[in-house]
C-alpha cells in the first residue's frame, strides 16, 4: 500500500518497479553489459566488497568486457573492503567494527592518478597488474593476472548433522532440519535500531541472528590453517516448504576465536572474541528458482532444487576461526518480507 499511503504517482521509477516484478524485456533493454562490445578506451573499474548498492556489478562489468573484447583491450579491476565510494570519502582503515588496519583507500588514489597520467597525460608506465583486490580477513593487498585468479581450486562445503560444516559430504541418512518462518516477526538484518539502511550491516556481528529458532546454523570446526576464498560462489540447497513461495537468504560468516581482544579502536565496546562477522549475504526468492521470466510456485511438502550466486568475495578464514553458515527465510526491511504464497507481493494489502 505504499502507493497510496505516501507515494502516489509521483515515483516514476518506483511505478516501474512495481510493474516489472519479473526479469521481462523492460530489465533486459536496460542490462548493460551485452553492449560492453568494442571497447576502445581503456578502462578501470573500481569496486567495493561491502558496497551494499552495488557489489555484484563491478565484478561483472570487468567479466563482460573480458568476455566480449579482445585480448588487447586494456580492462582493469580494483576492489577493496569499501562500502559505496568510501574510496573517495575516508581513509578506509575499517567499516563498521571490522578493522583493516591500513588506509586502504590510499591504493585507489595511487592507482587512479597513475592510469589517468598514462592513458590522458603520456606520463609515466604502465604497469598495473590487470586485478588488484584487497584480501579481507589477512588485510593484504594483492595482484593477479586476472579475476578470479588461475589455478584454484573449486571447494565443496556441505550442511551437515548437529549444525556441522565441513569439505566432506554428509553421510546419506544425514536427514533434514527443520524450522518455523513468520512473515510477521522477520529476521532483521542488524541488532541496532537505525532510522536509514546503514553501510555497516554488511561486516556486522550475527550473533544475534544465531540465537533466533528461525535461523539455521552451521559452523566448521576451528581452522588448523589459513583459508583463502576468492571470486563468486553458489548456494546450493534443497528445500521443502508449507506455503507456495518462500524467500532464502543465505550468509557467509567468519567466526573469530573467543580469545581475541579488542580492536584499540572499539568506540562501540563491541566483544570481538567470538565475534560472527558476516563475509557474504544474499538473498533469493525462490519463485524464480527455476527462471527469473517466469516464476512459479512450490509445492507444498515437495523437495525443490533452489540454487544461487552469491557475489564474489576475497576472504582469508585465520588459523584458529571457524566458518559458519546462516540460513534464513527473511532478511527485514533490507528485503521485502514474502508472505509466503504465491501471489504478487508488490501489490498486497494488510490481508
Same mark, same amino acid.
Given at each position: ?16 518497479? +512495481? ?6 524485456? +523492460? ?122 585468479? !588461475? ?15 565441513? +569439505? ?17 516477526? !522477520? ?33 566448521? !570446526? ?61 538473498? +533469493? ?9 517466469? !516464476? ?56
Amino acid at each position: 500500500n505504499s502507493k497510496a499511503l505516501w507515494f502516489g504517482d509521483s515515483i516514476r521509477f518506483w511505478n516501474e518497479l +512495481f510493474s516489472h516484478p519479473n526479469y521481462d524485456d +523492460f530489465w533486459k533493454a536496460r542490462n548493460p553489459l551485452p553492449h560492453l562490445k568494442n571497447i576502445r578506451p581503456a578502462v578501470l573499474t573500481v569496486g567495493g566488497w561491502f558496497d551494499a548498492e552495488d557489489c555484484w556489478g563491478p565484478q561483472h562489468v570487468y567479466k563482460a568486457i573480458e568476455e566480449q573484447n579482445p585480448p588487447t583491450t586494456s580492462n582493469r579491476l580494483l576492489m577493496g573492503p569499501w562500502f559505496h565510494g568510501q574510496w573517495s570519502r575516508d581513509p578506509g582503515e575499517h567499516l563498521g567494527n571490522v578493522h583493516f588496519f591500513a588506509e586502504t583507500s590510499r591504493k585507489y588514489k595511487e592507482m587512479e592518478l597513475k592510469f589517468f597520467n598514462y592513458y590522458l597525460k603520456d606520463k609515466g608506465e604502465m604497469d598495473l597488474p590487470e586485478a588488484t583486490v584487497f584480501i579481507t580477513g589477512s588485510n593484504q593487498w594483492r595482484a593477479f593476472g586476472q579475476w578470479p585468479p !588461475p589455478n584454484t581450486d573449486t571447494r565443496h562445503l556441505y550442511l551437515q548433522p548437529a549444525g556441522r560444516l565441513a +569439505f566432506t559430504p554428509p553421510p546419506p541418512d544425514g536427514g533434514f532440519d527443520e524450522y518455523v518462518a513468520d512473515p510477521h516477526k !522477520p529476521v532483521p538484518y542488524t541488532e541496532d535500531v537505525h532510522l536509514r539502511r546503514t553501510r555497516e550491516y554488511m561486516t556486522d556481528d550475527q550473533r544475534f541472528a544465531a540465537r533466533r529458532p528461525d535461523v539455521m546454523v552451521y559452523e566448521s !570446526p576451528v581452522l588448523s590453517e589459513d583459508l583463502t576464498i576468492v571470486g563468486p560462489f553458489t548456494a546450493h540447497l534443497f528445500v521443502s516448504t508449507t506455503g507456495t513461495d518462500a524467500d532464502y537468504v543465505v550468509k557467509l560468516i567468519d567466526v573469530f576465536p573467543d580469545t581475541l581482544r579488542h580492536y584499540p579502536d572499539n568506540p562501540k565496546g563491541v566483544p570481538m572474541a567470538g565475534y560472527q562477522m558476516l563475509v557474504r549475504g544474499e538473498v +533469493f526468492r525462490g519463485r524464480f528458482r527455476n527462471s527469473f521470466e517466469n !516464476p512459479e510456485p512450490f509445492i507444498p511438502g515437495q523437495i525443490a532444487e533452489v540454487r544461487f550466486e552469491l557475489p564474489g568475495i576475497a576472504h582469508t578464514f585465520k588459523k584458529g576461526h571457524r566458518i559458519m553458515v546462516q540460513i534464513q527465510n527473511s532478511w527485514f526491511p533490507l528485503v521485502d518480507r514474502n508472505p509466503q504464497k504465491f501471489v504478487d507481493i508488490y501489490h498486497c494489502d494488510e490481508s
